[in-house]
């Protein structure tokens, strides 16, 4: 399990060099709240791995990494969108023509959780061999 955490956290730490989140980088997804007890503290295999990379590692040690212990945030973005385009379906139906603020709304928080599950596919599809 210590190489599996070292190969997520060597991951992370990939993603935290590509996408720059200086704000923090969220790791989710079902394994994430399973497995707590490997990624948490200085010491452990997945903040080490998260934090080796060579010239860039003090860059990669200033974002904080945050766990998300929800285990379906997937399914709850997946339900949100599909919400979203039921009502703007329903919407276009009866005649009304999109709200400038109902297709803009709220665009933070439910594209987070969107986000963070294609992260954890995405994470999953690059380690597969073709």
Do not use: W
Request: hydrophobic fraction near 40%; charge should be neutral.
């Amino acid at each position: 399990m210590d190489i599996f955490a070292g190969a997520y956290g060597a991951e992370v730490g990939n993603a935290a060099v590509q996408y720059l989140p200086r704000g923090g980088l969220y790791v989710c997804g079902g394994l994430t709240p399973k497995n707590m007890h490997l990624l948490r503290g200085d010491g452990s295999p997945f903040l080490r791995a998260y934090r080796d990379k060579g010239r860039l590692s003090g860059l990669v040690g200033e974002m904080p990494v945050y766990a998300v212990t929800v285990e379906d945030l997937g399914l709850r973005g997946a339900r949100y969108l599909a919400l979203r385009e039921y009502l703007r379906i329903q919407e276009e139906e009866e005649g009304e023509p999109d709200a400038p603020e109902r297709r803009n709304a709220d665009f933070g928080y439910p594209s987070l959780l969107v986000a963070g599950a294609t992260f954890a596919a995405v994470a999953l599809l690059k380690g597969r061999k073709k």
